[in-house]
């Protein structure tokens, strides 16, 4: 019943963060705080508290090494940083439990992305200079949770 409830919270979190994203390009620090809180509960009901340290820590590395690195390349900002905090809460409620998941979570979250500009490319003739990330990390994260065990 708690779970439940934790989990209409996440869904309650994750539908203000897309609205904010999409339309202000924008994930407030609230809204990541609040993540991670509901994290720390579900972590004290399951006892798992260092599987979710070590998800935070995992599943954001790539991002920070894209982050760095594609900032340094690109000479501009390729991702938010309210992204990366965004991605550090994620890893915090998927917990850590094999690279093979890390490594789906990242191609997802770029792949999604990836599909969605070439088919808005093909029918609109339209290229964004910045697209909402977030709503892809949310929709990797539901996708991870629901078909991670593949």
């Given at each position: 019943?708690?779970?439940?409830?934790?989990?209409?919270?996440?869904?309650?979190?994750?539908?203000?963060?897309?609205?904010?994203?999409?339309?202000?390009?924008?994930?407030?620090?609230?809204?990541?705080?609040?993540?991670l809180f509901l994290g720390l509960i579900l972590s004290v009901?399951?006892?798992?508290?260092?599987?979710?340290?070590?998800?935070?820590?995992?599943?954001?590395?790539?991002?920070?090494?894209?982050?760095?690195?594609?900032?340094?390349?690109?000479?501009?900002?390729?991702?938010?940083?309210?992204?990366?905090?965004?991605?550090?809460?994620?890893?915090?409620?998927?917990?850590?439990?094999?690279?093979?998941?890390?490594?789906?979570?990242?191609?997802?979250?770029?792949?999604i992305p990836l599909f969605f500009l070439v088919v808005k490319?093909?029918?609109?003739?339209?290229?964004?200079?910045?697209?909402?990330?977030?709503?892809?990390?949310?929709?990797?994260?539901?996708?991870?949770?629901?078909?991670?065990?593949?």
């Amino acid at each position: 019943m708690v779970k439940a409830l934790i989990y209409i919270f996440i869904s309650i979190i994750f539908i203000d963060i897309i609205i904010r994203d999409r339309r202000d390009k924008i994930i407030l620090n609230k809204s990541n705080i609040s993540l991670l809180f509901l994290g720390l509960i579900l972590s004290v009901i399951e006892k798992d508290f260092v599987e979710r340290i070590l998800g935070a820590a995992v599943y954001v590395l790539p991002f920070i090494l894209i982050y760095s690195y594609g900032s340094d390349f690109l000479e501009k900002d390729c991702m938010g940083v309210g992204d990366i905090k965004l991605v550090i809460s994620l890893g915090f409620l998927l917990k850590f439990e094999s690279f093979y998941k890390v490594l789906l979570f990242v191609n997802i979250s770029f792949i999604i992305p990836l599909f969605f500009l070439v088919v808005k490319y093909l029918f609109f003739k339209k290229v964004d200079k910045e697209i909402a990330f977030g709503p892809f990390l949310i929709l990797a994260y539901i996708l991870l949770l629901f078909w991670g065990e593949i």
